[in-house]
């Protein structure tokens, strides 16, 4: 079995492989800092709560945007399952080829999404993630990733809104009925969901427009992109796993 791990700003996605099928995944918040040892306890945790044998695990994967996590989390693999992790970075075969000016700028869990997108759909796609930042990631019909844009998130941009303002709760982050907001909450959330459905649409098209692929496939995964895809024709698919598939994809083409 295959230990997929994606380490994000917000939460550290654990994904277990046996072949090409997701046994199971699970979540775990990145902000509290965890020893080595802390880090073991949790996995262990979660795998026998969900009946995985960990002896059965003979290989791990692991993307991270997370740096100052990483020496206790490879150093927990290594003492859990007597293996050194094999990490998304610079020098790992990929299967495309990142076309800019500085390829080392590139996040591993965009190259992970885009592995994931081009193995799964082919180009062009347009891979959007829906995490801590909002990621619209382009990969040609050769496999060549050219066109990376960032924007804050959903997250980001709400707690902005409570944080840097006295007077504005926090909120859930869900679509209200009306952008005709009248009160606090729903004002927010209209202004929350419309204006990231109005991005992505406004993005979308405007990569459409120049690039000159009017058939372009848009695929979208992370946390809110199941919200925003259900908002919006100008997404193709929403896909929970891809980064958990694409970390499996990488591990396959460099065992």
């Known amino acids: 079995m295959l230990l997929a791990i994606d380490a994000g700003n917000t939460n550290i996605t654990i994904g277990v492989y046996e072949g090409k099928e997701l046994k199971d995944s699970f979540r775990i918040t990145t902000k509290i800092p965890r020893t080595s040892d802390e880090y073991s306890i949790t996995i262990m945790e979660l795998l026998n709560n969900a009946g995985i ?9 692991i993307a991270s945007v997370v740096p100052n996590i990483m020496h206790s989390l490879t150093g927990s693999i290594i003492k859990s399952f007597e293996h050194t992790p094999l990490i998304v970075g610079p020098g790992i075969k990929t299967g495309i080829r990142i076309d800019t000016p500085n390829p080392r700028e590139i996040g591993p869990d965009r190259i992970v999404d885009c592995v994931a997108a081009y193995e799964i759909y082919g180009g062009p796609i347009l891979v959007l993630d829906f995490g801590t930042a909002t990621t619209y990631d382009l990969v040609e ?12 998130g959903i997250r980001i941009s709400a707690k ?7 007077k504005l709760p926090e909120i ?3 679509k209200p009925r009306s952008i005709l907001a009248n009160e606090t909450i729903s004002s927010m959330q209209a202004g929350l969901m419309y204006g990231q459905i109005g991005q992505t649409e406004y993005i979308i098209n405007q990569v459409k427009k120049e690039t000159g692929y009017d058939d372009l496939k848009v695929v979208a ?9 259900n908002e919006t024709d100008t997404i193709d698919e929403y896909n929970a796993q891809l980064t958990l598939d694409g970390l499996r994809i990488l591990y396959d083409k460099n065992r």
């Open 53 to 61: 044998d960990k002896t059965k695990i003979t290989g791990t994967i």
């Open 172 to 174: 859930e982050i869900v």
């Open 221 to 229: 995964t992370g946390g809110l992109g199941r919200l925003i895809s």
């Open 160 to 166: 902005a809104l409570w944080e840097d303002t006295a």
């Open 141 to 152: 019909k050769d496999g060549r990733f050219t066109v990376g844009i960032t924007a804050p």
